[in-house]
């Protein structure tokens, strides 16, 4: 799941266009949904943050993680709470 113009967008195979999108302001390299709640995805940038949403709120992140020196490139949960990174 990569996205080179920066949006993650959620699509339902009922409609033609997306339902949600997000704007980011850098490549986005992966997305993945909290496993305990499908309102929740984190995904993992270019800007070396992993972005944190709530998806009925898409104008903005619940957080941001900073601390990667390069891209994203990985994201995953190990829970609800709790989630690992890494970059490339």
Not at 48 to 58: N, S
């Amino acid at each position: 799941w990569a996205s080179d113009d920066g949006r993650v967008k959620l699509w339902s195979t009922n409609q033609v266009s997306s339902v949600v999108t997000i704007e980011n302001r850098a490549n986005v390299c992966c997305v993945k949904f909290n496993p305990e709640s499908s309102f929740h995805i984190a995904f993992g940038s270019a800007d070396h943050r992993v972005h944190y949403y709530d998806l009925r709120f898409p104008r903005e992140a619940l957080t941001v993680f900073r601390g990667h020196v390069k891209a994203v490139s990985y994201v995953k949960f190990l829970s609800g709470t709790e989630l690992v990174s890494a970059s490339t």
